[in-house]
């Protein structure tokens, strides 16, 4: 028997919790998604994890969420309002989290999507005060983030090379998806949106739609633009066709000859990455990874890299520096004869 995930059970139980939430706070967290969906323009991975915060917090007010009622449900009979919602109950809610074995990564992304909410709340008049504002989020720890070496790059790009040289649409799409991945270091969730009238070959860039809406340009190198044209020339009207169905704008379909699906690129890439040898185990986003680290090895200016990736504040990319000093120091350890 296959026990479910924690991420599903926890799935199960927010659905579970959000049925039994009282009126106003159902119909409140219905405005909410209604908010992040349509007037944040938030991805619908991003609007799913907030809700659920959301969802939890006001379950673990009402004394619905986990193992047991809140503090504040309990002192009021479980006759909590949302009004009761203070700085007080969202650390007992933080604390109810760290002790089901979130982690601190984990309280900090959630904290930050109890601030949004608790903003939300006042804006519309639902809060007279954002307790939110007095929430102090645990620093999180920053694990480097694994990526390929070029040399394992190169090797993972030659062997989906081998494989589109046979001319299956989908070995061709596959190569492409890789080599634009790689080269331009686009999100999973960028890729799959880019339709075919955002490409320009001649200038070799794309248009991508990144987070909030924001939309900005992103050169590819030659390989990806040959891999590219061939999938679009080749392989995509071969699984157009075949499905039976017409095909809107989309890059990259899948065998129905419908836009791709990121959860079908994620098993595509780690089934790509696993079979080079010694590399680590990633998905896209360590595609993205070593997009990054290799163009500041290669001299690239931090600047430069924070516009191609799309990231909101430095701080983001600098991260990627770390990786890079690492690096230096493994090979500093390996061959100076006075590093030990």
Excluded: N
Excluded at 31 to 36: A, G, K, N, T, V
Excluded at 93 to 101: E, I
Excluded at 133 to 149: D, E, F, M, Y
């Amino acid at each position: 028997m296959i026990m479910p995930s924690v991420s599903a059970r926890r799935r199960v139980d927010l659905k579970r919790t959000r049925t039994e939430l009282p009126g106003p706070s159902a119909e409140l967290v219905s405005d909410y998604e209604r908010h992040l969906r349509l007037e944040r323009g938030l991805s619908e991975h991003t609007v799913r994890a907030y809700v659920g915060d959301v969802v939890s917090l006001l379950g673990h007010l009402h004394g619905l969420s986990g193992d047991g009622s809140s503090e504040a449900a309990a002192e009021s009979g479980g006759q909590a309002e949302l009004a009761d919602l203070d700085v007080g109950l969202l650390r007992a809610w933080l604390a109810h989290q760290r002790s089901s074995g979130s982690s601190r990564t984990t309280l900090s992304r959630r904290v930050a999507s109890v601030r949004t909410f608790t903003a939300w709340a006042q804006r519309r008049g639902t809060l007279e005060t954002d307790p939110g504002t007095r929430l102090v989020a645990p620093r999180p720890h920053r694990k480097l983030p694994g990526v390929l070496r070029p040399d394992q790059a190169g090797a993972l790009m030659q062997a989906s090379g081998a494989g589109a040289a046979e001319r299956d649409p989908v070995a061709l799409r596959d190569h492409a998806v890789l080599e634009l991945l790689y080269a331009t270091g686009v999100r999973v969730s960028e890729l799959c949106g880019i339709d075919l009238g955002d490409i320009d070959f001649p200038r070799r860039v794309l248009r991508v739609l990144g987070k909030g809406g924001k939309e900005r340009m992103v050169p590819f190198g030659v390989p990806a633009g040959k891999a590219l044209r061939e999938w679009i020339e080749l392989g995509r009207p071969t699984l157009v066709a075949g499905a039976g169905t017409s095909a809107d704008a989309a890059v990259f379909v899948g065998i129905r000859g419908r836009r791709l699906d990121p959860r079908t690129v994620r098993r595509m890439v780690h089934d790509a990455v696993g079979s080079v040898p010694g590399a680590a185990d990633m998905g896209p986003h360590g595609l993205r990874h070593s997009a990054a680290t290799h163009l500041l090895e290669g001299g690239a200016d931090l600047r430069s890299v924070q516009e191609l990736l799309g990231h909101a504040t430095l701080a983001t990319t600098q991260l990627y520096t770390h990786v890079t000093v690492e690096r230096l120091k493994a090979i500093h350890d390996r061959a100076h004869p006075r590093a030990r």
